[in-house]
């Protein structure tokens, strides 16, 4: 799929703006503080609701105004879908096809986005749960079943913690209770690492390849991180039994459980040596683009269809070898839209193939102008 154009009007700092998209590259390029990750973050915003970087809506309406409009036209192969969002201070305005939709999930599933921007950094250099947050929003996009396995999982976590928890303040703890508990407990945290280390794997698949090519480095590799035996010939249900009861005193004492997989965690590898503690900020940045770019793929073995890629000021901290790569790598596969502050240390017949979008204190600057 790719936008075919967008209309924007009182976003941010932007009163109206209209434009169009090339089905392959686009590079957005400005100065500081012009807008251009504003639109970046419009595209988010039509096709996801909501922002990637604020979690308040009324920040993204213009200031001094009441109500911000995003309207686009998405082309899926031959089909055409019109997309509509307005935002007031206490509303939001679902629009499919000029009919309104009610419900959020029925109008977020139209438009696939897969976003870099540089707090996704956080993926490598922050604690496991960004990881474990990460892995959770792309699999129950991927999979459907995966957000319910995901809650049921929370809430036997939840009640089993809050069953320790009651030990500690009345020294009681109903032991068939914590059984049965266990028995579903197992049963979800072994589904739930099944699904996460299939996702792993797929990742795997092209991720290697995707990083060598961006990269010039070999031997990438992302590792599933649990504290249960993976090479064990002993299935991982019966390890969780054995780990369970092994830190059955500790979970007693400090009234939380110490096993499963919201304990797991993801590891960035470069020929075996995690890129959290070794890795320069440059290669994070490639091994994470390297991770979104994978996702395209695992995108169009599931979906059927490519999703646009957004990225936002990606070329900072790479040097011109690399940004290169990278440029020449996503032309191919999906449709994508770029920020930068530096047009002129693209390559020249990159920049010839792309379309050039200049932003001025939020405004278009056409061709002639530039
Ligand atoms: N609700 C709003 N109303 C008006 N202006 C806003 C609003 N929110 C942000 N801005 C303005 O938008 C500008 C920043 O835009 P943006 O973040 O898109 O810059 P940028 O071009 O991506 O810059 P950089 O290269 O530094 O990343 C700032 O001048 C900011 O004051
Ligand atoms: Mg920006």
Redesign the pocket.
């Known amino acids: 799929m790719y936008l075919k154009n967008i209309y924007i009007s009182n976003?941010?700092?932007y009163d109206v703006l209209n434009l169009t998209f090339s089905p392959s590259i686009n590079i957005i390029y400005?100065?500081?503080?012009?807008?251009?990750?504003?639109?970046?973050?419009a595209i988010y915003v039509l096709g996801m609701t909501k922002s990637h970087r604020s979690s308040i809506d009324?920040?993204?309406?213009?200031?001094?105004?009441k109500v911000s409009y995003i309207k686009g036209v998405l082309m899926i192969e031959e089909d055409q879908k019109q997309l509509e969002i307005g935002l007031s201070k206490s509303k939001k305005l679902l629009k499919l096809n000029q009919s309104e939709i009610k419900k959020i999930s029925d109008y977020i599933s139209h438009m696939n986005i897969i976003i870099f921007y540089p707090e996704d950094l956080d993926l490598i250099k922050g604690g496991p749960s960004i990881r474990r947050r990460y892995i959770n929003v792309e699999l129950s996009q991927l999979y459907s079943t995966y957000l319910d396995v995901l809650n049921d999982y929370n809430k036997l976590l939840k009640m089993r913690n809050d069953c320790l928890k009651q030990n500690i303040k009345t020294g009681y703890i109903d032991d068939s209770y914590i059984q049965i508990l266990d028995q579903y407990f197992i049963e979800k945290a072994s589904l739930l690492y099944q699904m996460r280390k299939k996702f792993i794997d797929k990742i795997n698949h092209y991720i290697t390849e995707i990083f060598k090519d961006i990269s010039g480095l070999d031997n990438f590799i992302l590792n599933y991180h649990t504290n249960i035996d993976l090479n064990s010939d002993i299935s991982y249900k019966d390890q969780l039994v054995t780990k369970l009861s092994k830190h059955k005193e500790v979970e007693r004492k400090i009234g939380s459980t110490m096993v499963g997989p919201h304990k797991d965690d993801i590891q960035f590898l470069l020929d075996g040596k995690d890129l959290k503690f070794y890795g320069s900020q440059g290669q994070q940045r490639l091994a994470v683009l390297a991770l979104k770019l994978a996702e395209i793929k695992l995108f169009q073995d599931y979906k059927k269809d490519t999703p646009i890629l957004l990225l936002?000021?990606v070329f900072s901290e790479l040097d011109f070898i690399k940004r290169n790569n990278l440029l020449k790598h996503i032309g191919k596969n999906a449709q994508t839209i770029i920020?930068t502050?530096e047009l002129e240390l693209l390559d020249h017949n990159l920049i010839n193939k792309s379309n050039l979008i200049h932003?001025h204190d939020?405004k278009l600057i056409s061709k002639s102008e530039v």
């Open positions: 976003f941010r700092n400005g100065n500081n503080a012009q807008g251009k990750t504003n639109l970046l973050e009324n920040t993204l309406i213009k200031m001094n105004e936002d000021d920020t502050t932003i939020g």
